[in-house]
Structure formats: C-alpha cells, structure tokens
C-alpha cells in the first residue's frame, strides 16, 4: 500500500512537471509528517529523471534559515538533488515558465574537489574537499498550486528545487569568512532581500556537513565535481517577467539572472 502511495505522489508531481501545470499538494495522500515517505517519493522521481538522461550534479539545502522556515512555516531543513539541466550561466535570461510559481533566493555554493565518502563527515573533512566557493541564485518553485505546501510536500518536490545560476569568478574558503559574510539582492536595482552566512544554520560550511553526512547515509556519498548549494542567506522574493536580479555576497562577489516573458 504504502509503495503504491508512494508511485502515485511522485506521478502526480511529475506530471505537473512534465505539463507545466501545479498539483495538489501530495501530503493528503502520504502519511502525515513521514519525512522517510517523502524523501521515497523524491527518490522515485530522482531515478526517474536519471533514467530518462538527466545528469546528477550536486544538491541543495533548503529551509537552513529562519527566514525562509517563516516564510513556509516550517521548522527543519530538507534537500534535493540538483540536475545538470538546471544549471542558468551567470548572467542570463531564463523565461519565466520554465520554473512554476518561482522565486528568487541567494546562497553559497561549494564545489568539491574531493569525495566526502568517509563516515559522519566532518567540517574538516568538508574543507578539505572544497576546491572552491561560488556565489548562486536559486531559482526556487513549486509544482504544488500556490505553494502550498509543508515539509512533506516540499521534501516530495525535489525540495522545491527549479533552476541555480552560478556566479563565475570562483574563491577559496581561505578568503572568505562564510559566517560573517553578508548578502544583498536587488531586483531592478531594488534592494529585496538581505541577510548573512551565519543565516545559514549558523554557517553554509554546516549546512555542507549536515548534507555530506547524510549522503553518506543514504549511501549516495557526495562526490569530487558535485556542487553543493548550502541554503539561502535571507528570505526568497517572488519574481515576474521583465525583473533582473542581482544577488552579492561579501567576498564572493556578484551572480545575475533576468526573466523573460518568451522561451529562449
Ligand atoms: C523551499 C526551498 O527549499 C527553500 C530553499 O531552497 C532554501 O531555503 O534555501
């Protein structure tokens, strides 16, 4: 039963996916609060997408902050997996449909240069297999209507994953305090959203490790060339066609992205 369950939430989430069209939430049909059931449903629809050719590149945190906790009234972080078609170059346009109901959020990312194959992986380890530090705009959204949405739902939802744009003048960790490191985003020149590493479950660099060892349980360990995006700084802002947004974070420089009405 619970399998059959299962197939059928991660169905209905592809399906919106696939016709560009949000679903119902799928937490009416999952046991209430099952964090393992979801993260089954996301599976299904990882190895669904690998199977039909699309490349795993990495994984992201989400809800690693308050801010965004509040914003979706949830109280614990959760991850996705990031895909290689997700990728947007810094600076480019995306249209808007190609993400449903997005949003606009900064982060750290780590690029690893090391696998974090070992067990419970350290901050140490974690430094050690970071070749270099980037700074990324999530291109967060929704397959569920109107987001909404709870742990559940969003854990089901590849973790609301969409698109993530990389900055592209990457740093070493040596140069960078990610703790204390603050973020701007501005759309149209608007300052929207602001906050700061320590934001990130009191630093990006735990939420890496919070990530590494659970890929390791899972026994999917993380590997050299993965990226990892850590969580946001601050609160994610809502975007429409027209709007550019450009996020900085202090020493690790800038990262832009634009949204057009038309597909490119
Ligand atoms: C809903 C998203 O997982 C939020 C996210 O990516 C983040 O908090 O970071």
Known sequence: MTNEI???????????HTRGRPCEPVRDILPAMCL????????????????????????????TST??????????PDFGVLFADMFVSD??????????????????????ERDLDMSQPTVADVIRA????????????????????????????NASSGLYVLGSSPKKLTEVDLRLCGMVMER?????????G?????????AAVWLARTFVEQGTPLKAGDT????????????????????RISGLGSVRVGFAAEAY
Do not use: F
Request: a negative charge; proline letters at 4%; glycine letters at 8%.
């Open 130 to 157: 970071t070749a270099y530090l980037l700074p990324a705009i999530e291109i967060v959204g929704s397959r569920i209507h109107k987001w909404d949405i709870n742990i559940v739902d969003t854990i089901a939802d």
């Open 36 to 63: 393992q059931t979801a993260y089954a449903v996301q599976r299904v629809n990882t190895q669904h997408w690998v199977e039909q050719g699309r490349r795993v590149v990495g994984c992201k945190a989400g809800l």
């Open 198 to 206: 320590q934001a990130c479950l009191g630093n990006p660099l735990n």
């Open 67 to 76: 801010s965004v906790q509040t914003q979706l009234g949830v109280n614990q």
């Open 91 to 112: 600076g480019a346009d995306v249209a808007i449909h190609e993400v449903m109901q997005p949003k606009v959020e900064a982060e750290v990312a780590l690029v690893l």
């Open 188 to 196: 149209r020149g608007e300052q929207i959203s602001v906050g700061a």
């Open 6 to 16: 299962i197939l059928e939430a991660a169905e209905r989430i592809r399906q919106a």
């Open 228 to 247: 990892i995006l850590t969580g946001a700084l601050g609160p994610m802002v809502q975007v429409a066609p027209g709007d550019r947004v450009e996020a």
